[in-house]
Structure formats: structure tokens, C-alpha cells
């Protein structure tokens, strides 16, 4: 196939992508140039976007990919990509690949051999090491970090140089989902699977814009819809957008009441006796914990919280604030649409998922509302069974396998809590390092990591596959701390961005198919990918970047892998930290073979449901469920109030803002802006008004307005009625644009549990620029 | 086959009711056009591939002039040089 047949073949993957979007249910024959394009090696990846995890099909031809089409094979999406999978290949090719090594030399970044470059990065940890102590240096990676990458960056810093000064940026996008599994479960990411989609009648989305940011999920869905009449999806959420165009019903509600409006369901299923009430006599315990537990906006802030078991009455009891009526007043939604919802959860005839992403995660009560929404499907019991799921999706391709999973947190390791001692036993043996290496108590979490910088308390720090000086809330203070004098900053990436701007030292990354790698995505399926194209110049995969530093620093023997088997031995190394029926992966050949495994894998037999005996090797049979997570073996419904955000609307700041991502774009827009068609359909950011609002102030579309918060200001493009509508008193700004950096504007408040930022909500004010 | 400065452009293409066969059929006719049917609707997607500017115009011309077309929308367009 030439060049111009693989444009015919995008140019018409973009719009069957269109189509499927417009059109829900429309399916196409595959293109017949699709097999028969001759000269071709066809070789399986995931995605390299989202946390979805759609197997792809790369063609290759004379050492370049110049095809993708979706795997048929594929459990995730049965052949069908979104816009950014059918383009993802492109990414490999911007005009502007890092393809040296940058070192900055009196003030500008210049080439210099990779060599020299990875010299100084290990020569620049020793000597902050020596001088400033091991909790002086750190690493801030990704859930775009493949799994050896993030394995790699755990062992050398918690293992070799005994430091947990180790992040990933899912600390930004999933902390508060993990928080919200341990503090219900005791253990970590979803019970069910996709396949729950093909098994429900209901489909409740809470502030998740799916058709854009899990658009083949989200097709799966309106699929089942069609297929299976009287499906309903509904969408509650703070803003008009493409998914609500496309559900049953969308019910609006104002910024952070989400949390009020669980409790209401929940007070509804009670009133109306919508229990499931065997299930929870044998499967739930009752808990409360401390209240009014702050925001994180100071810095050291620490926050432990403090749980207590309860009885249902105290629980029941507590509900009482939560009368819709009440409800109402405080989120905008009406009594009967709260009572609807608990109608659609409470019916025993109708199974139910509930689906979010960051609308839940980026909360400064993240941790409580997942907890809310896991209360309505204990209480209910629609759980852990085919089409009954309260379903966390993932943002990033490997936030789940490689941040998650390997731990790459302050406070994880690759299995368990640095606090647990057979945890750093077990990881001590593993590495061959001795267990005193490994520190007993977290250190930093992302945004104290940036507050670090900031102080000068932390000197070095090394930055993986991500993009902070884009992504971080409050932006200035940040991008001002790290550009102080005596901080040393290493990042590899593949392209420019405003973080290599301010670096110290720049590594080329080898980009995703340019290596071998795994993936683990929203439904505990590893994916494996072999390398298929040498990366350019003189870059080089993350992972190996890692173990060359590592050699480098004396730590050679910890990392004796050998280049062409490294990722195995690596895998086969990381792998036995799972071992056991709750958490056992694949190997490493098993991987190799197929598109996807998901874990736990006994016996060569995938688990689509955990803590349900009938498919979880781990639960205990002779019951329909084993929540085996918790030492009383019980799920944990909490009771957690609804506090307001610490920031809301005033005189001087009256709209909310809220950010986000759009279709064609993925987070920082590093990569798919730099894909020419994408780049095209949505090229700057811009901001959102509502019609009445916008024509209060005089604004048009392509206006230039100014927002304007406490931290910063920013000029944008308005858009009304274009993409999405938000309510009036409120906008929204996508955040993949470099040149219009929303972040500026945001606040770094957190969930005192999680640390999870709340990107979703602060104060703006709103003026037409002249 | 001859690469161009034209952009490869796709399109959604929604027949008049019924006419979905006819539609086809009329477009697989102009030089430059292929088409992909959708199986469960009646719904066209059509890819234009011409070499020249003129020869461009010469195929908008044909496609305003179709007769069963209720609506055809533009979803992209990629020039070599911007794939590059």
C-alpha cells in the first residue's frame, strides 16, 4: 500500500468513526481495500490513547507503520476504533520528533549524545543524593507509562536508592477512583468487565461524557440499546454534552452535589424497602469517618481519616438530611427525577451500571462519592453479576496496569503499602535488596512533589512520558518552582512541550509501537505489544533510559536485563508480586499470543467478575458473592455527608469553570495535535457559554473572551451551542492546548483521601475581550 | 498511483429515502469516488481521490448534480504534505 492509499484508508476511517457517532448501531463491511492491501506485516497494539484499550491492528511496511485498522479479535472493541485510534500511527511522525538528546547549556537547550545526557542525569542524582539526602530526588511518571517503564522507576528509586518520592500523573485522574475501591473493597479496580454493557437494561452515567472520551464504549452501549429495546441510558451531569444528546434522559445538577444526590437515591431505596436485604445481612458492613476534612490547599497538609463501623439504623438515620425535596433545593435536580433514579436502581427486574471517569475522580470528595455511588449498588445488591456494575473507566492507557497495579504511588509498592511490612519484605526479596533500603512511610504525593520543588525541599526530579507544565492545577507557582535556581529537571518525551521547555536535560522516548510493551486497562486486561519500528535518531524506550541510569549509579546488578529479552524478564520478575488466586497475571508468553488477558488468570482462565464464585478463583463458593478484600470480609457501606467545594461561585467570581477533554484530542494534545486531521477538526481550545449568557455580555461566536480566576487569565474563543452547552453561571475550557493553558486558572484543592485535584470546579469571571 | 496536492476527503452521504441503491450506484460512476454502504442503514460514506484542482471542481460539480442526495457532509480531508 502507497501513502496516498493509507490517506483513502484514514480519510474513510474518520468517517465511519463520524458515522458511528452520529448514527448509533450503523456498521460498515470493512473496506474492501482493507485485506487486500498487499506488502503489508499486521502486528496487534492497544491503543495508544485512552484507558478504553482497544486492540488495533498496526500495518507495516520497510520499517514504518502505515496502517491501522481495529482487531476483530478483540474483546474490547470487536474491530471498531475512535477518530484518534484510526490516526494514532501519524503520531509516530511529527516534523518535530525529539530525536536527540537536549542538555542545557548556558541557559538554551542544545544537542548532545544520549550518552552524555544519561551520564549527567545519573551524575545529578548522586550528587543530590549525597548532598541533600535520597528523599531529594524523584520521579514523576505516567499511566502512559507502560508497565516495565513503571516497574523500573519503582525498583530504582524505592528499591535501589530507597526513596518513595515516586508519582505517576494518575494521581491527577484515578487516585480518587482507588480510594473509593479500598475504602469499599479493600482492594483495587473493577469487579466487573465489559461484558457487563451486553448484560444491562439501565445505564446511569455520573458527570461521564462518554461519547467523547470512551466514544467506542460508549458505541458498545447505544449498540445494546438498539439491540435490546427498552434499555435506557441516562446521563446526570453538569453539563449538556454529545452524551446527553444521545441518552434517555439527562438531568442536570450544579457543581458537587452529585454527593447529595447519592444519598438521596439511597434514602429513597430505604424508604420504598428497595434492599436487597439477604445480601446485605451477609455481604455489608457499615462505616462513618471524619467530616469536614478540609481541601489540601496548604502545603504539608495531612489528612488521616478515621473510620468507625455503624449500624444500618445510624446509617438509615443519617439519611434523613437527604429528602429529595431537600435535595432539590441544594442540586438543582428535581424531587421526581431523584426519585426516578432511585426507581431505576431499586427495581429488582433491572440490572444496572453505573458508569464514570473524572467527573467522580477530579472531586475534592472523591473518595465519599464513590463510596455513595458503591452504597446504591450494595444496597441494592446489584453487584459483581453479569449487567450489575459500578464501573471506575480509566483515563489513560495504563493508568490501571502500570500506576495502579505496579504501585508507582508514594504509598504503593508492587504489591501492597509501603506501611506494611510484608509488602516491603516481599518486594526487598523480589528485587534482591535489602528490606531496610525500602522506606516505611510515603513521602510525596503529586501536587506536595510540585510544593517541594516550589520550597526547594526536593532538587531533582525526572518526568516520564507526561506533561505537568500543561496539567498541573494552579500552574504558575509550578512551572515558577521548578524554573528556580539549584532545581534539576529531567524529562523524556517524544515531542517539545511546555515541560521540556523548562528542562534541564531532554531524553527522546521511543514512542509506543517503537517498543515492546504492556498496557492494563479499565477492565484488568494486560496487553502486550511487540517492538514493530525503530524509533527515531537516537531515542530510546523509557524503560531502558531507566535501567541505563540505574548501571550508571552502581546499580547494575539489580538491573542486569539483556536487551532483547529485557521486557520479559522484566514482565516474568513484576509477575510475582501478583501471584495468587486474586491477583495472578498472565505470562509472558500467554501474552504475546493473545489480545488481552485479564487478571486474575488461573488456569489459563480469565476472571470477568470478581468476588462472584462462579468466576472469581479467589471467592469463597456456596455464595452468590465474597468481598474478600476487607478483614471482615464484607463490602463497606459508608455514610459521607455532601460538603461544599472550597471554592463557588461569589460577586467578584460568579461562573463556575470546569475543564476537560474533547474527541479528537488526547490530554495535553503533545501527540494528536500534531496529527494534521485532528489537529484540523479542533486546532485551539475555546470556551463554552450558555446562549443567555453569552448574549448578556454581548459575545458571539469566535469572540474573544476573557476568564479570569484568583490564580490567572486567559483569553479563549467562545463556542456556544457548538459541542457541548453548560447551564448558565457556568463554562467550559478543554485543557489540550499549550498555547491557551486553562490551568493557569484552576485550583490545586484536593480530596483529603485520594489527593486527587478537583478539576472540575472553581470560580471565573467571565468579560468580552476588546 | 499519482500523488496530489488535492486533499483525500471523506464524507457522510444520507440518500433520499430509498434511494440508497440508486445513490451508490451513481457514484461508483464518477472517477475519484469510492463508497462504503453501511449494512443496517441507509447511510453512504463516500472517499474522493482527485489529482488536480480542476479535476476537484469537476467532481463537486458531479455530486451537487446527483439526484438522490437528501445531504452529504464533509468529515475530512488529508493532503499528503499535512500527513507527512
Known amino acids: ?157 524505592k528499591g535501589a536508592i530507597g526513596t518513595n518520592n515516586v508519582e505517576g500523573n494518575a494521581r491527577l485522574c484515578m487516585a480518587s477512583a482507588v480510594t473509593g475501591f479500598m475504602t469499599t473493597f479493600g482492594l483495587d479496580e473493577p469487579m466487573g468487565c465489559y461484558e457487563d454493557i451486553e448484560n444491562a437494561d439501565v445505564f446511569i452515567l455520573w458527570g461521564n461524557n462518554m461519547a467523547e472520551m470512551h466514544p467506542v464504549l460508549f458505541s458498545r452501549m447505544l449498540e445494546r440499546r438498539q439491540q435490546s429495546p427498552g434499555t435506557l441510558v441516562v446521563d446526570l451531569a453538569t453539563r449538556t454534552t454529545r452524551t446527553s444528546m444521545a441518552a434517555d434522559r439527562s438531568i442536570l445538577f450544579l457543581p458537587q452535589t452529585d454527593l447529595a444526590i447519592a444519598n438521596a437515591i439511597a434514602y429513597e431505596l430505604i424508604r420504598n424497602n428497595w434492599l436487597h436485604s439477604t445480601f446485605l445481612q451477609r455481604h455489608v458492613s457499615f462505616h462513618a469517618g471524619k467530616t469536614n476534612i478540609g481541601y489540601g490547599l496548604e502545603d504539608k497538609f495531612a489528612f488521616t481519616d478515621e473510620p468507625r463501623t455503624i449500624d444500618f439504623a445510624a446509617y438509615k438515620k443519617a439519611l434523613e438530611d437527604y429528602k429529595p425535596e431537600k435535595v432539590e433545593k441544594l442540586s438543582g435536580v428535581p424531587a421526581r427525577e431523584i426519585r426516578y433514579l432511585a426507581g431505576l436502581y431499586g427495581d429488582p427486574k433491572k440490572r444496572v451500571v453505573s458508569f464514570w471517569c473524572m467527573g467522580m475522580n477530579q472531586h475534592t470528595r472523591g473518595t465519599w462519592i464513590q463510596n455513595l455511588v458503591y452504597n446504591i449498588h450494595l444496597l441494592t445488591g446489584k453487584i459483581a453479576t453479569p449487567g450489575n456494575s459500578p464501573f471506575s473507566l480509566t483515563g489513560q492507557p495504563s493508568a490501571c496496569g502500570t500506576v495502579r497495579e505496579v504501585g508507582t504511588l508514594t504509598n504503593r509498592l508492587p504489591h501492597g503499602e509501603v506501611t506494611d511490612p510484608h509488602s516491603r519484605e516481599m518486594a526487598a526479596k523480589i528485587w534482591g535488596v535489602p528490606v531496610s533500603n525500602i522506606a516505611p512511610k510515603p513521602t510525596l504525593h503529586t501536587v506536595e512533589m510540585f510544593r517541594a520543588l516550589d520550597r526547594g525541599d526536593l532538587k531533582f526530579i525526572w518526568i516520564q512520558v507526561t506533561n505537568p507544565m500543561v496539567t498541573m492545577p494552579k500552574l504558575k507557582r509550578y512551572r515558577d518552582g521548578l524554573k528556580k535556581e539549584n532545581r534539576f529537571v529531567v524529562v523524556s518525551d517524544v515531542y517539545p512541550t511546555p515541560t521540556t521547555d523548562i ?86 508468553d500467554e501474552l504475546r499470543q493473545r489480545p488481552g488477558i485479564m487478571w486474575p488468570f488461573v488456569n489459563g482462565k480469565e476472571t470477568r467478575w470478581r468476588y462472584n464464585p462462579k468466576h472469581d478463583p479467589a471467592a469463597k463458593p456456596g455464595d452468590t458473592h465474597h468481598f474478600y478484600g476487607k478483614p471482615d470480609q464484607k463490602a463497606w457501606i459508608w455514610f459521607r455527608p455532601y460538603e461544599p467545594p472550597p471554592e463557588m461561585p461569589d460577586k467578584d467570581y460568579p461562573f463556575w469553570l470546569n475543564t476537560g477533554r474533547v474527541v479528537e484530542h488526547w490530554h495535553t494534545g503533545s501527540m494528536t495535535r500534531r496529527i494534521p486531521v485532528l489537529h484540523q477538526a479542533m486546532p ?81 469571571k467571565v468579560e468580552k475581550a476588546l | 498511483m499519482q500523488t496530489g496536492p488535492v486533499p483525500i476527503k471523506s464524507y457522510i452521504a444520507w440518500p433520499l429515502p430509498g434511494k440508497a441503491a440508486e445513490l451508490q450506484s451513481q457514484l461508483l460512476q464518477i472517477p475519484g469516488c469510492q463508497v462504503l454502504p453501511a449494512e443496517n442503514r441507509e447511510l453512504l460514506l463516500l472517499i474522493t481521490d482527485t489529482p488536480t484542482e480542476p479535476a476537484e471542481k469537476l467532481l463537486a460539480a458531479q455530486l451537487e448534480a446527483l439526484p438522490h442526495i437528501q445531504c452529504l457532509s464533509l468529515v475530512a480531508g488529508i493532503t499528503e504534505e499535512e500527513a507527512a
Open chain 1, 684 to 764: 485551539n481550545a475555546y470556551v463554552e457559554l450558555h446562549p443567555n449568557d453569552a448574549k448578556r455580555f454581548n459575545i458571539k461566536n469566535g469572540d474573544s473572551v476573557r476568564l479570569t480566576s484568583r490564580r490567572g487569565t486567559i483569553l479563549l474563543p467562545a463556542l456556544i451551542d457548538r459541542r457541548g452547552r453548560p447551564p448558565e453561571g457556568q463554562v467550559f475550557v478543554p485543557f489540550f492546548d499549550e498555547s491557551k493553558l486553562i490551568n493557569e486558572l484552576t485550583l490545586d484543592a484536593f480530596c483529603p483521601i485520594s489527593k486527587q485535584p478537583d478539576y472540575k470546579k472553581c470560580a471565573v
Open chain 1, 1 to 157: 500500500m502507497n501513502r496516498r492509499e493509507m490517506l483513502i484508508r484514514m480519510a474513510g476511517a474518520a468517517a465511519i468513526t463520524a458515522a458511528t457517532e452520529l448514527v448509533p448501531g450503523v456498521s460498515f463491511a470493512a473496506p474492501a481495500t482493507t485485506d487486500s492491501i498487499n506488502g503489508l506485516t499486521w502486528k496487534k497494539a492497544p491503543c495508544r490513547f485512552c484507558g478504553t484499550g482497544c486492540g488495533l491492528l498496526i500495518g507495516i511496511s520497510n520499517n514504518r507503520a502505515v496502517a491501522v485498522k481495529g482487531d476483530p479479535a478483540s474483546a474490547v472493541n470487536k474491530g471498531l476504533c475512535c477518530v484518534k485510534g484510526y490516526h494514532s500511527v501519524l503520531a509516530l511522525y511529527g516534523a518535530d520528533r525529539l530525536k536527540t538528546a537536549l542538555i542545557r547549556k548556558n541557559g538554551k537547550l542544545v544537542p548532545a549524545p544520549i550518552n552524555e545526557a544519561l551520564d549527567l542525569v545519573a551524575s545529578k542524582l548522586k550528587e543530590n543524593i549525597a548532598q541533600h539526602g535520597k528523599d531529594s530526588v524523584a520521579i514523576y511518571g505516567s499511566g502512559q507509562w507502560t508497565i516495565p517503564d513503571g516497574y523500573c522507576a519503582s525498583k530504582l528509586f
Open chain 1, 503 to 588: 528542562a534541564d536535560v531532554v531524553l527522546p522516548s521511543a514512542m509506543w509501537i517503537e517498543r515492546e510493551g504492556m498496557f492494563g486497562n479499565s477492565e484488568r486486561r494486560t496487553q502486550h505489544w511487540e517492538k514493530m519500528v525503530d524509533p527515531p535518531g537516537e531515542a530510546m524506550s523509557d524503560t531502558w533510559q531507566l535501567i541505563e541510569v540505574a548501571r550508571r549509579m552502581g546499580h547494575g546488578k539489580l538491573f542486569a536485563y539483556k536487551p532483547e529479552t529485557h521486557i520479559k524478564e522484566i514482565w516474568e520478575e513484576y509477575r510475582q508480586f501478583h501471584h495468587g488466586p486474586a491477583h495472578e497475571m498472565a505470562s509472558y
